[in-house]
Structures are given as structure tokens and as C-alpha cells.
């Protein structure tokens, strides 16, 4: 069911379903909620599935000021607290990937597991930025007009403000990342536009991780295998680390 609520001074736009513990699912840039149909949403068989579209994106007005991944944060932390009602899962794709991380990296007491498509924790980690420079495809721009309650002539805004936010982001340290106490998921494309190098780094930095390359697969393999994506978070979300027979980096 598709609510607004208040959040860190937002009319955001949510999507609350199903029953359980919470899953806050944390789309990417230019895109909203919607991006987890058929991959993440149907695990509200088992979650209370909390899809919030982000300021400026899906159903949630832009607001005065910039976009940036800081502001992204602050805002999840305000929604877990607010609307989550206290600590939940994370998961994210792409710029939401790295918006739960780092929600996970400041507020460690209100992240239970944590899922991470597609992220990025260094600017380099990045083969190129879509769509905030250059423009967008047709199909992103209907996709905004859409559902957008600002109209199709905004989104130059938002694409400026995301770029602007894009050249000033700092980026996150392996010390940070050493902090993470939850329980994370690492997955990516293939072919990502997050190196695979960089994917590794961010697995290696997290101190309770684990790795998932989904074969034959961009960074839109929500859209591309989404059965595939859905069992592997729905399996690492519901069971427990698995007992390995030669662990090596979790023999301690």
C-alpha cells in the first residue's frame, strides 16, 4: 500500500506491504521502487517491506537544495526511525546500496542485515555514473514523468543537482567499512558498471561479508534475472551463515 509520511522534513512517498521484520528496500539514482518489482517485493511473503521512493524520485516531490548521498543517509536513518519504527534489513541497489551503507556505517543499531547490489564506497570503484551526466534514455525520462508529482520538465533539475552531488561525494575508507557490525550481502553484476575489483575491495573490507557475482548480468540485474536476485537475498535474509568445509577468510 502506497502512504507519504513526513520524513526529515520530505513528503516522502513509501510502499508499506506484508508482515513481519522490516526490509527497507533503497532504490538507485533515477529510478524509485519500482525498480524491485519482481525481484525484492515479492519478499513481502515475508518481510514487512517498506519501499520508500527518495526526494526528488518516483513519487516523492524534489526538495529545495541539493541531492547527495549524504542527504540520502539522513534521510533513511529519519525513516527507519520514524516509519520502520526502529532497527530493519537494508537493501539497496546501486546509489541506495551505497545510502545503506552508509546509514550502516553511522547508525550500526539500526541495521539488521545488510544487502548491497551494485555498490560503490569509492568514486573510482565506478566505470562511469549513468545517466547523471550525459542525459538519460527515453525510457528513464517516461519512467520520471510518469509517477513524478514535479512533471517531466524537472528532471534537468534533479539530473543537475545529482551531478553536482556526483563530482563533491566523499568517499567512504576501509577503516569505516571495518566498523559494519551487520551481517552483509555483496552482490553484482558480471558486467557491472561497479568493477568487479572494486566489488571484491568493498567484500573484503566488510568484517561479517559475503560474495555474489550473478553471471550474464549488468547493473540492471534486478530487471535481468530477477528470480535469481530474489532467492539469493532471500535465502541470505531468512537463513544463517552457512558452516563452510575449508573456510579460509571466515576461519576465525
Known amino acids: 500500500m502506497g502512504r507519504y509520511a513526513d520524513v526529515d522534513g520530505v513528503h516522502t512517498w513509501y510502499d508499506d506491504r506484508g508482515h513481519g521484520d522490516p526490509l527497507v528496500l533503497l532504490h538507485g539514482s533515477l529510478s524509485d521502487s519500482r525498480v524491485f518489482d519482481g525481484s525484492l517485493t515479492p519478499l513481502d511473503d515475508r518481510f514487512r517491506l517498506l519501499a520508500p521512493d ?99 520538465d524537472h528532471l534537468p533539475v534533479v539530473l543537475e543537482k545529482l551531478a553536482l552531488s556526483a563530482a563533491a561525494e566523499p568517499d567512504l575508507t576501509e577503516h569505516e567499512l571495518s566498523a559494519v557490525t551487520a551481517r552483509t550481502l555483496v552482490v553484482s553484476g558480471d558486467d557491472d558498471l561497479v568493477t568487479l575489483e572494486h566489488t571484491v575491495a568493498l567484500y573484503r573490507a566488510l568484517p561479517s561479508a559475503e560474495l555474489a557475482v550473478v553471471p550474464g548480468t549488468s547493473h540492471a540485474l534486478l530487471l535481468e534475472k530477477p528470480g535469481t536476485v530474489h532467492h539469493l537475498v532471500g535465502g541470505f535474509l531468512t537463513g544463517e551463515p552457512a558452516s563452510t568445509l575449508l573456510p579460509v577468510r571466515r576461519a576465525h
Do not use: C, K, N, W
Not at 541497489?93 to 552508509?102: F, I
Not at 547508525?107 to 539488521?112: F, G, Q
Open 54 to 152: 527518495r526526494r526528488g524520485h518516483g513519487r516523492t516531490p524534489d526538495t529545495e537544495g541539493p541531492i547527495s548521498l549524504d542527504i540520502m543517509a539522513r534521510d533513511t536513518v529519519a525513516f527507519l526511525e520514524q516509519v520502520a519504527g526502529g532497527p530493519a534489513s537494508l537493501a539497496g541497489h546501486g546509489a541506495g546500496a551505497t545510502v545503506a551503507l552508509m546509514t550502516a556505517v553511522r547508525r550500526p543499531d539500526l541495521v539488521e542485515r545488510l544487502v548491497l547490489i551494485s555498490a560503490a564506497f569509492r568514486h573510482e570503484g565506478m566505470i562511469l555514473r549513468p545517466g547523471v551526466s550525459g542525459g538519460v534514455t527515453p525510457e528513464i525520462a517516461d519512467a520520471y514523468a510518469e509517477v513524478s508529482p514535479d512533471g517531466r
